[in-house]
């Protein structure tokens, strides 16, 4: 087995026991957001952009620096701008980045009917694995967060990979590293816990923020992208943070009480290969097959 | 638009299971990793051209420098012993990948001729030759020697340099050296406004 | 920068305005934000707009674009009222106790002494210490003789000089002396008059003074504060009276020279630092040294008037650094010319062009305009998306015989025959021929590129140039030997300098830009000794640093305070050390640092008197008792040996030793104390002074192409012009994923202006102002509010500058072809002749 494999912990779909539950000690990853620190340079948008190597996507000007108005199946990391009027009548232009909270209990995963197709690693990273996307988009609704988005002409949906591949060769993500303000952290959810902590109690203590906190939502086990936020008692100001988050209902039930009905559904699968199998026989690779592929 | 029901099924059971079922090792294809595509590119050490802060960059190239490679770049992002970008980037140094591989750039000396519509190629040895004559025809026309008070003033004032913002040390040295020596006083360059 | 980028982290307080650096420098803004982080500073933004800045600011303040002295000029009133100063500083290493004439008068009509309404110039004569004696009395002046009509031909007077020994006040009482003065000056920036110019509420202004000199409570001196500036406060037409309104406030307050102190010009793009320094500025030779002008008559003439002589109290010393400047001068003069210049032909004193008049950027355009320049080189420069007045910039190249633009993408400057506008008819008649020569890119290029921390950092050329573009050096080198060759073959006028100009690289062809830095660092033509420690340099050496510059022929250098960038030990701007012992981010072994690798200037000054840091955690330099000599974690910027007893200032480049709080004769054009004088389109006469609104020594341009708007003709609003944090001035609308970040143009608006023309965010907007009109799509934003200024209500608005009629959005017809300075005037600073880009007036209308 791939080392890959071992480290997944969650799969979407999957009937029997996850190859990797289990037998890996890893360190759990997470991204620190300090909106009361952030820009919105948007420096990490363009650092997704670049890393991912992902295409020009047309925008509109629609009054505001925000650049489009939620993330796209091509565009996994947004700055949300929102111009905010305290009581006293001074004004605060918050900006939040917007990307996939890599939840500990993904409602995506949940969600998901195809095997593997959505995979939470040892590390807690929630990653999509187009491979085996079947493209029905129960991820989307499974999401109180609105992050997969689904690309009609491939008909498979995407999201930030936590930088997947840097995160594995031991680099941080590409959005973490380009933050110019240094309101982006990465580290073990540990010690961004802390450092979360002890920063809301600075904004407490020394700037006036009485209500400062970190955001690391309950309702979905915990997130590996938390926030500390000047205003922790109203995350909704901050472009629609939820401020319960949860997975939808009818996930719960889909992967609870008639789970049965997914297993009954493998099951005709199942049957309907053994069928199709007996009927026109195994598929034979053919030998000159690898003398076409050139290589020695 | 939504996949179908039928699609679904197709994809889910013949294109997964089916497989399984056969006997072949899936395992391996759960999650296929992404590999990293700066692994074994060259890494040049740069600076940012745009703003003041002057971040050092890293410029991912093809290839290991070996001869029979032409390097093109495939990514760029911030060196995080910099001391002062430590590593970060704004969005305008985030994205210089598309700015030194970028189908706009200009690739062949082009001449507008007076009255004319349209650019029209030249070739390098003509433009500069034409330049060089232009340069000395004005010089020659207009150099003024001395002022109406008599003193020796030596100046050129009518030709005119105007130096950007990336102009390197040297290359600013390098103007100073041969406008000044034509007499250039209209020197002037982006540090201005 | 007088500090550093990451030096920031060390600051206790930072005042942020003329700047947006979370907006345009955001890599260098962290360091801002560390403060906050690790020393819990506060951070105050005084800008005409809420932006990327303010929104992590602890205190924001809306200003009227322009109105920046009065604001700083209320602040220093604030700090000497509230005694937040820092008084042994003050006394010590300002000139607050130095007596000035008793004919100087301060502007309380809105005219310093000395003004000639005729010339709209001063005579700055009574711009002047007075002469003292021994216990620093003023000595009795005789009066001067009335100027009497040169005889033509004569030589014109000397200008006058600083007094040798200076008459003080070090009780600072006398009312002539500096601190007296500067306190009378500003007693009239009451909180009143700061709110009736800047807007800014009168509870708001103190609450901003209350903040800002919080760190001089009870006069401890351990704290400190930094002022954080960019082109905000250079582009108006007292943009230098700003910066120094801002440098005296933070010598009063005792913050120059130290860690997270200092004035710190953040500047603009990647290299200007360099291209300033490199003397890509009509007025300068490399390392400022001042042009020569037609009178000086001589080399010696020159030097006389660059050279001063120290000015101080008599027994105070001053090291006067610029009385070296001869040796930098003949130095720089056998770089250029190497055996061609001699002492017998005055080192080819003849070969350089003197310098009379103004040729600065928008003379330029103007001169060209006139029919004066035929010829413009535009390299990597967009002049007429730069403008001021692009119309005119316009007008003036089709007036041009030719002109040659080295760019990497096309640009507004190389087709201004096609703008937007011009018919075929009309481009029929533009006889300007116009060659387009494609360049290198940054990735393509090596070299050294100075940041505004004044840091020469090497890079590497990543990639070979694309097929078809040449290297920029290769370009110029080629034309200047094309040029050369003409003059051998067929000779012309004075063909002297250009045939004597040494070009001795290994390929002429295509200089090698590390031969390049070797030059300008310099070498021995001599063999050298130090007299004091007998070290030895043998002709043909670099040399380690600029204190071997020599004024007798026996060395070359290419740029005096670059010398020691690249010593016998190599390339020191390649320097790639991580260390910082001292975990105050000075990096000592990181790339190279002018001058002399100092990193923190004036750092004496984070001394007290003894030579003991005024902050003990915060240790930059300090005197060694037991080595007799300054010793630090940074390379101290003064004489070595100069024990605290002797007194020395440590404004080591002033001939006064000490920080210019009054800036005595010819300094500055328009005052030796900054004045607050309203932009050139204003909306208020001035309240200091109704019949003075602005600057009396700031000149209109002539042509029909130069026209300026009052309120009276329907100009009412107010108009800033400034960059975005996902643009880069007019390149990155070349760039997909920029475009992508903000695709078009648009115009800042307030919500209660958009409300009065019934106007919604995304729909068009016209700003008219007298030199033309700008259409894009409204932001409507709270970010911007109305003001109460002089009592009335007024608006502002700002346009960002980004795009113009060459771009990705542009050629694709999804955005206006326009370009934001279309609007802006032919208005410049006298003293450092930068443009009036912020704070004209418009007129708003609903499309």
């Known amino acids: 087995m791939s080392q890959a494999t071992l480290r997944i912990r969650k799969m979407s779909g999957h009937a029997g026991p996850v190859p990797g539950a289990g037998t890996q000690r890893e360190l759990q990853v997470c991204k620190l957001i300090d909106v009361t620190t952030c820009i919105g340079c948007k420096a990490c948008e363009v650092a997704c952009l670049e890393w991912n190597a992902l295409p020009y996507r047309e925008t509109l000007f629609e009054n505001t620096y925000q650049t489009m108005p939620e993330t796209a199946w091509n565009f996994w990391n947004l700055i949300k701008f929102n111009e905010y009027e305290r009581p006293d009548g001074s004004l605060m232009w918050l900006m939040r980045k917007d990307q996939c909270m890599h939840c500990a209990e993904p409602g995506c995963l949940a969600a998901c009917p195809a095997d593997a197709a959505i995979v939470q690693y040892a590390n807690g990273v929630v990653d999509f694995q187009q491979d085996h996307c079947i493209g029905c988009g129960y991820c989307v609704s499974g999401c109180p967060f609105n992050i997969p988005k689904f690309n009609s002409s491939t008909k498979k949906v995407f999201k930030c990979t936590f930088c997947s591949d840097r995160v594995s060769e031991g680099l941080e993500p590409a959005c973490i590293k380009a933050c110019p303000s240094g309101c982006l952290h990465f580290g073990t959810k540990d010690d961004m816990k802390e450092l979360a902590a002890q920063r809301a109690s600075q904004l407490r203590e020394h700037f006036g923020f009485p209500n400062a906190g970190v955001y690391d939502p309950p309702g979905v086990g915990g997130t590996g992208v938390i926030y500390v936020l000047h205003d922790a008692s109203n995350p909704e100001q901050y472009g629609g943070l939820p401020k319960n988050p949860a997975i939808p209902w009818v996930v719960k039930l889909w992967k609870g009480p008639v789970k049965w009905l997914g297993n009954l559904a493998i099951a005709g699968g199942i049957i309907a290969v053994t069928l199709h199998y007996l009927r026109y026989g195994a598929k034979i690779v053919k030998e000159d097959n690898r003398a076409e592929g050139g290589q020695p | 638009m939504h996949p179908t029901r039928r699609d679904f099924l197709k994809v889910g059971t013949i294109g997964g299971l089916a497989a399984s079922v056969l006997g072949f090792d899936l395992a391996p294809a759960y999650a296929q990793l992404r590999t990293l595509k700066i692994a074994r590119a060259t890494e040049t050490r740069s600076t940012c051209p745009y703003c003041s802060v002057s971040c050092g960059v890293l410029i991912y190239t093809i290839g290991d420098k070996a001869k029979n490679v032409t390097p093109q770049v495939i990514h760029v992002e911030g060196d995080p012993d910099h001391p002062i970008n430590r590593g970060t980037l704004c969005p305008k140094g985030a994205s210089l990948e598309q700015d030194i591989l970028n189908e706009r750039r200009l690739t062949k000396p082009q001449v507008r001729r007076p009255g004319s519509d349209h650019w029209e190629d030249i070739t390098w040895d003509d433009a500069l030759n034409e330049i060089a004559q232009r340069v000395k025809k004005t010089r020659d026309a207009t150099f003024i020697e001395k002022d109406a008070a008599g003193h020796s003033v030596n100046r050129l004032e009518s030709i005119a340099w105007t130096g950007g913002c990336t102009d390197t040390n040297e290359f600013n040295y390098l103007v100073v050296k041969a406008m000044r020596s034509l007499g250039v006083v209209h020197l002037e360059n982006q540090a201005r406004v | ?847």
Not at chain 3, 232 to 257: D, E, K, Y
Not at chain 3, 550 to 562: H, L, M, P, S
Not at chain 3, 698 to 718: H, I, L, W
Not at chain 3, 799 to 820: C, F, M, N, Q, S
Request: proline residues 8%; hydrophobic residues 40%.
């Open chain 3, 1 to 847: 920068m007088t500090n550093g980028w990451v030096d920031i982290k060390n600051t206790d307080l930072m005042l942020i305005m003329g700047g947006n650096p979370a907006e345009n420098h955001p890599c260098g803004f962290k360091w801002a934000l560390e403060a906050k982080r690790n020393r819990n500073a506060k951070m105050l933004v005084v800008d005409p707009r809420f932006t990327r800045t303010a929104s992590v600011a602890d205190l924001f303040c809306q200003i009227r674009a322009g109105a920046d002295i009065a604001f700083l000029g209320g602040l220093i009133r604030y700090a000497i009222e509230n005694n937040r100063i820092a008084k042994d500083y003050l006394l010590h290493y300002t000139n607050a106790a130095f007596l000035v004439k008793e004919s100087f008068k301060l502007p309380e009509d809105g005219v310093f002494s000395g003004f000639d309404a005729k010339t709209q110039s001063y005579d700055k004569s009574s711009w002047n210490y007075s002469p003292g004696d021994a216990s620093g009395k003023a000595l009795h002046e005789p009066h001067a003789a009335a100027p009497a009509h040169p005889a033509p031909g004569a030589p014109p007077p000397p200008p006058p000089s600083m007094p040798e020994k200076v008459a003080y006040d070090f009780a600072l009482h006398n009312p002539n002396c500096v601190f007296q003065l500067l306190r009378k000056h500003y007693s009239r920036y009451t909180p009143e008059m700061v709110a009736r110019i800047t807007g800014i509420p009168q509870a708001e202004f103190l609450k901003a003074a209350e903040l800002f000199t919080s760190i001089r409570k009870d006069g401890d001196m351990k704290k400190v504060a930094t002022i954080i500036y960019a082109v905000g406060w250079t582009h108006h037409s007292f943009g230098t009276q700003i910066i120094r309104t801002a440098a005296i406030l933070q010598l009063l307050l005792g913050n120059v020279g130290r860690a997270g102190g200092g004035v710190n010009a953040l500047r603009g793009h990647s290299n200007i630092q360099g291209a300033t320094d490199m003397a890509g500025i009509f007025d300068v030779l490399p390392g400022y040294l001042k042009v020569p002008t037609p009178a000086d008559g001589s080399f010696a003439g020159w030097m006389k008037r660059l050279t001063p002589k120290p000015a101080k109290p008599g027994q105070w010393d001053s090291f006067n650094y610029w009385s070296n400047t001869p040796k930098f001068a003949v130095s720089f003069l056998k770089a250029l010319y190497g055996d061609a210049a001699t002492k017998q032909n005055d080192w080819a004193y003849d070969f350089l062009p003197k310098v009379d008049r103004n040729f600065s950027w928008v003379h330029l355009w103007d001169n060209m305009y006139n029919g004066i320049v035929k010829g413009l080189f535009a390299f990597g420069m967009n002049g007429v998306a730069i403008g001021p007045d692009s119309s005119k910039n316009i007008d003036a190249l089709k007036k041009a015989d030719w002109l040659v633009v080295g760019e990497i993408y096309p640009d507004e400057t190389s087709e201004f025959w096609k703008a937007p506008g011009i018919s075929l008819e009309e481009m029929k008649k533009i006889q300007t021929t116009v060659y387009r020569l494609p360049c290198a890119g940054f990735a393509e290029k090596d070299g050294s590129f100075t940041n505004s921390a004044r840091w020469l950092q090497w890079k590497n050329a990543a990639l070979p140039v694309p097929f078809g573009c040449r290297l920029d050096q290769a370009i110029l080198a080629q034309l200047f030997l094309k040029v050369r060759d003409l003059y051998k073959k067929e000779g012309g006028k004075f063909p002297d300098p250009i045939l004597k100009l040494s070009w001795n690289y290994t390929d002429p062809a295509n200089p090698a830009l590390s031969e390049v830095l070797k030059e300008i660092n310099g070498k021995a033509l001599a063999d050298l000794e130090d007299p004091k420690t007998k070290q030895q340099i043998k002709t043909g050496q670099q040399l380690p640093g600029f204190a071997w510059l020599k004024d007798d022929g026996a060395t070359a250098c290419g740029n005096w305070i670059y010398s020691g960038s690249f010593t016998e030990a190599g390339n020191l701007t390649m320097r790639r050390g991580t260390e910082d012992p001292s975990g105050l981010g000075i990096y000592p072994n990181w790339a190279w640092s002018w001058p002399a690798n100092r990193r923190v200037l004036y750092n004496r000054a984070s001394c007290d008197l003894d030579g003991k840091p005024w902050d003990p955690s915060r240790r930059q330099v300090w005197w060694s008792e037991a080595a007799q000599k300054w010793a630090g974690n940074d390379v101290p910027d003064f004489k070595a040996d100069s024990a605290p007893k002797d007194h020395m200032g440590p404004f080591i480049m002033n001939p006064e030793g000490v920080g210019r709080i009054f800036a005595p004769l010819a300094a500055f054009a328009d005052g030796p104390l900054p004045e607050f004088y309203e932009p050139m389109e204003s909306p208020i006469d001035n309240p200091l002074h109704p019949l003075q609104t602005h600057s009396p020594v700031v000149k209109r341009f002539k042509t029909p192409a130069d026209k300026y708007g009052s309120p009276k003709d329907g100009y009412a609003v107010v108009c800033t012009t400034y960059r975005l944090a996902e643009h880069y001035h007019y390149w990155t609308k070349n760039n997909p994923v920029n475009v992508q970040l903000v695709p078009e143009p648009f115009v800042e608006i307030p919500v209660e202006l958009a409300g009065d023309l019934g106007l919604r965010g995304g729909e068009k907007v016209k700003v008219t102002s007298a030199r033309g009109e700008y259409i894009a799509k409204a932001l409507v934003t709270r970010r911007i509010k109305p003001m109460l200024i002089d009592g009335r209500k007024t608006y502002q608005i700002g346009v960002p500058i980004h795009w113009g009629y060459r771009g990705i959005a542009e050629d694709a017809g999804k955005t206006a072809r326009t370009l934001a300075n279309l609007l802006s005037p032919t208005i410049i600073d006298p003293n450092a002749h930068t443009p009036e880009f912020k704070g004209f007036l418009v007129k708003v209308e609903r499309v």
